[in-house]
C-alpha cells in the first residue's frame, strides 16, 4: 500500500478505534511497523494498553511467530 493509501486506512482505523477501545482496554496490534505506527500512540491516550509482539521482528521472524502461536511445525523430512 502506498504511503498515502496507509494515511487514509489509518485515518478509518483510528475512527474505529477511538470508538470501540475503553481506558484499561488491551489492543494487539499484528501488523507491520508501518501500520500499527500511526495506531499505538492513539490507543494509548485512550487509556488502553497497545501490545506490539511483532516489534522489532523481520518478516521471517514475523512468520514464525505466527507459526509458533497457531501450533503449525512444518514437515522437516
Known amino acids: 500500500m502506498s504511503a498515502a493509501g496507509r494515511r487514509q486506512w489509518a485515518d478509518r482505523v ?11 482496554d ?14 499505538v500512540p492513539i ?10 509482539p511483532l516489534r522489532g521482528k ?6 514464525a511467530w505466527f507459526r509458533h502461536r497457531l501450533g503449525r511445525v512444518r514437515d522437516r523430512g
Open 43 to 52: 490507543v494509548r491516550a485512550l487509556g488502553a494498553h497497545a501490545e506490539e
Open 14 to 24: 483510528a475512527r474505529s478505534l477511538r470508538r470501540l477501545v475503553r481506558s484499561g
Open 58 to 63: 523481520g518478516i521471517g521472524q514475523q512468520k
Open 26 to 39: 488491551r489492543v494487539v496490534f499484528l501488523a507491520g511497523q508501518l501500520y500499527r505506527e500511526p495506531l
